[in-house]
Nanobody
Framework: VQLQASGGGLVQAGGSLRLSCAAPGRTFRNNAMGWFRQAPGKEREIVAAIYWNGYSTYYTDSVEGRFTISRDNAKNTVYLQMNSLKPEDTAVYYC????????????????WGQGTQVTVSS
């Protein structure tokens, strides 16, 4: 199953972007969905997750209050609204689907998208 991430780009510090992740041909309404990111030379880390119920969420400390994850199960799509972007947010962002309804560990996520580049200039 291939997830399709889009919405990345180049933005100035303080700007906003909205990432989208579609799952054509497959429903993940009972699965946790997450956004991860990987900067050059660093490990892939979780940024945010949204659980199967659509309102329980998790954010890593560095994005809390700036990023918002949401999902539209009717469209099989997950979003990541990123506000007040900082240069340290620069990374390739990946969306992923877990095999369980609640998940924040990278090892729980089994289905991945191709990644979308986010670059924040200072």
């Amino acid at each position: 199953v291939q997830l399709q991430a889009s919405g990345g780009g180049l933005v100035q510090a303080g700007g906003s972007l909205r990432l989208s992740c579609a799952a054509p041909g497959r429903t993940f309404r009972n699965n946790a969905m997450g956004w991860f990111r990987q900067a050059p030379g660093k490990e892939r880390e979780i940024v945010a997750a949204i659980y199967w119920n659509g309102y329980s969420t998790y954010y890593t400390d560095s994005v809390e209050g700036r990023f918002t994850i949401s999902r539209d199960n009717a469209k099989n799509t997950v979003y990541l609204q990123m506000n007040s972007l900082k240069p340290e947010d620069t990374a390739v962002y990946y969306c992923a689907a877990a095999e369980r309804p609640v998940a924040i560990s990278r090892s729980d996520y089994k289905f991945w998208g191709q990644g979308t580049q986010v670059t924040v200039s200072s």
